[in-house]
Every structure is written in C-alpha cells, then in structure tokens.
C-alpha cells in the first residue's frame, strides 16, 4: 500500500487540474456517485454517526495482513464524495499509521469548510472514529503481543 | 397599487450594511432570514453610541451616566410594549431570546401551578426551544405533555386541538408562525377556545414579529415570547410579554439583584414587576438596540412589509414550483414568507451547499423541528425565508441555482 502521504499528494494533484469551483464539485459528486455501495448489514445504528446535516455510516474491520478495512456511506452525495477521498487514504493501512494520520489534502484541495465542526454533516466524526479504530486496533495488537 | 411604490427596496437595502458584501465571488442573497435576520445601521448606531457615550449600570446608580443609561433602557421597554401593544411597560420584560422567555414560563409557572397528571398542549409544530422547556418540568412534576397535529398541507388539526383542550390542560404552548412550514396559525380563536375552560396561552412568537403587526390585548394571549435577533435587532436579547394577573403569580426562579426589594440572610422580599424576573446586570446594549429595531420595523409599516412579502412569497412558490421533483413542505393558505421544499433524488446538504458557492445562503436540515421532519417521514429541507430586503432578482438567482444544483446531483 502506497504511503498515506503519497497519495495525499496525488490527490492534491489531481485537484490542481480544476480552475474553479463548480469541476471540484462535479468531481466530488462523482467520487461520492462511484463510492462502493456500503453492506446494508452495515447501516446499523451502531455504525451511524448523526449529524445535524447529514448522516455517515462507517465500518471498520481487520484484514488478514493485519490492516484496516473501512466501508462508509451517507445520505448526502458531497459527503459521500469526501468520504470517498478519506476512504482512499486511509483505507488498508496500518492501524499505527491511521491513528497517527495527519490529513493535510483536505485543507489543500479547499474543502477545510466541509470538515469544520459547525459544518455538523458527520465528516469530523467520521474522522475521529476513523482514527479511534487505528487506536483500538493498535491496542489489540499490543494485547496479542503479550499473550 | 404597485407594492414597490410604497415601500423602496432599493432605498432600504442601503440600512442594511451587510447585504452590500460579496460571498464566493458573488453579491450576497441572503435568504436565511428565520434563522437570523440582519441588522439596519440605525440598530447598529444606536449600540455602538450606547457603548461609546451612554454606558453605566441601570437601575442602580446616582450618577448621571446610570441614570441616562437606565432612561434609555427603560424607553426602550416602552418602544417594545408600543410595538405588541401590551397595556403596561411592566408586562414587557427583557430576556436572553424566545428560548429563555419560554424556559421562564415553563418554570416559573410550572413550579406553581403544574401538579401529576396535568397537561402541557403544545403541537407537532413546534421548534426544539417550545417543547424541550415543558418536556423537562412535565418530568419534573410528573405533568404529562399533549401535541396537537399537523395535517398534510402544513395547518394544525382544529378539531383535535379542540378535543386534547380538557379539565387537566394547564397551559397551551404554541408557536404564532411555523418556522419550517411558514403556517400563521389561527391563535385568535385558538386562544380564545383556551379560555372557555380558563387555560392560559403562550405563543411562540419568534417567527411573527419579523412579518406582521402583534397585538397582544386583542389576541388576549397570556404570553408572548419573541427574539431580537429576528426582527432586525441584536443577538442575546428577547422579550417576554405576560399578563400582569400572571407574572403577580409566579414566584421567580433566578435570584441576584436587581430582583430584590430586600435581602437579609433570614429572608428576601423580591422587587416589583418586571425587575421581579431580570435577574442580574441586563443586555443593556442589546435592549436599546431592540428598540430601535422595534422603531425601524414601526416606520416602515408592517401593511407595505406583509403586502410586499406576500408578493415575494407568491413570486417564489411560482417561480420554484416549476422545478422538477419540487415537493413543497407547507401550503397552508395563510402563511408567512417561507418556502421549505426538497427536491426528489437530492439530500438538502448537497443543494444548500451548492447554492452557498453560488453566494446564495438558505437553512438546511431539520431547522430544530426534528418531530415535525418525522411527521413528514423527511430528514430535512431546503429553507428559504425572505424578509423585506429581498427581491425578486434573488429569488431568480435562487430557481436558477436550484436547477444547477439539481444537474449537477442527479
């Protein structure tokens, strides 16, 4: 899997190809339209985190080789099109790596505004329980370790 | 007669110093007015010269900064009871907002007069702040809370209102003007059924006062709450009208100064009305400015403002109704300048988002009514809410960002 910063990067790239707002957003749209359809068995409550705006849906589950699998969704499509984006970072990485993520695309391709805790569409949540997952799973291992 | 004859758009959007900014590179459509409206530079002035030239403490000092500055704020009371035509400067008391005055009312009376298995009627309308408040002092005194509902198109169900009215309803809690549906509902005659079996009536008047002329003797309501900052004044500051009989009853729940005649550790006497409920040093700033706001809205004359936001409402309903997959939420007859709509296929989010690049600002979301979005089986709207310094042009810019939205999502 490609360093989180590398594909930080690629992102950042691909978005420097848009001159003005109205690409970005067509391109977000259609990242949220492509975003793999989450498990219905997934959208349980247990995995929903409310906003005031719209609602994320995020699982989280350990792979064989010890990396982390998320699958997400949500009601509204520019949502799900950040989702998409934060799902290609950090999706299959290790749990060390995903608790110690710093996102720096977000405020570089210009969508700061949509992780801002007033913005109440579920995204800062949904960053932090990203994170919080790469802790627990961190903790597991740890665990295991000294079995 | 032409509407724009009589009141000068043009004119006024120049008292409104923020409509003059540009936001994402174009010129500002501020169309969120039921969340909060904006401010004319008269209201601005009038604080910025409170706090330049005017400031002491009131009802307090001898000196004559104290005591300019207690006239101000009391002339202020009485521009507030003009403008509801309450009959007493002392029924007009000044609070944080609509949500404090409820939260007063619901206290203050429910300590007195609520006992196990009162009711509290409120409606299936109501914003969080009406029916929170009375949910925690029904818990609190075992009290049981009723809701009128809403029918398809938006209006409250007459016939139930008037079947949930019974010997146990202690208080009718409801709001004058729907913020999400924009329904003006029928309060005169709600109130005064409420009377034929003695209940009292608060109305939730946040949403009315921006729109049209109150008068609370001929509505004869018991208490009416409204807020500043919806009606062109300052943030923090609201009023809270009630019947003197009343407000002599309730003993009051927030104790400091101002509120007493005289403290000993053994026993306080609480001060006459309305100092009774103000509790502490006051939004002095925040009342003056209120009562300049209440003086803007009384010159320009709520009959040009109601003629002319009915012209704008019926323009929009037009205008936006012809977008495909437009589902209206609230078409009551009589209603407020609001228009809550959603679009089939596309969340609220998406459009509010794509409308704000467009330098369009409208409400997304539940609007604080999370039972009513149940009602209507939806997770939110689109809100568009006009005052008087919006035009037609902006409601042109709203359809047409709407359709750009609406290709850009589907």
Redesign the interface.
Known sequence: MADIKDIQNEIIDEFSLFSE??EK??YI?DLGKSLPMIDPKAKVDNNLIKG????VWLQAERTENGKVHFTADS?????KGIIALLIRVLDRQTPETIAHAELFFIEAIGLREHLSPTR??GLVSMVKQMKLYGIAFQAQTGWKKHL | MNVRTMIDIENIRKDFPILKREV?GYPLAYLDNGASAQRPAAVIDAIGHYYRMEHANVHRGVHFLSQEATRRYEEAREQLRVFINAAHDHEVLFTKGTTDSINLVANCFGRKFLAPGDEILITAMEHHSNIVPWQMICEEKGALLKVVPVADNGELEADAYAQLLNSRTRMVAMTHVSNTLGTINPVKAMIALAHERNIPVLLDGAQAVPHMAVDVQDLDVDFYTFSGHKMFGPTGVGILYGKEHWLRQMPPYQGGGNMIKTVSFEKTTYNTLPHKFEAGTPHIAGGIGLGEAARYLMQLGFDNIRAYEHELLEYATEKLTKTEGMRLIGTAPNKAAVLSFLIDG?????V???LD?LGIAVR???HCNQPLMDRFGI??TIRASFAFYNTKAEIDRLAAGVERAVT??Q
Do not use: F, R, V
């Open positions: 707002w109205m957003y067509e749209i005031c705006q719209s609602q009601d509204a499509i520019i949502t109440s569409n | 994402n596309t969340h609220p989010y998406d509010g988002m794509i690049k997304t979301g539940h997770p939110g850009m999502l």
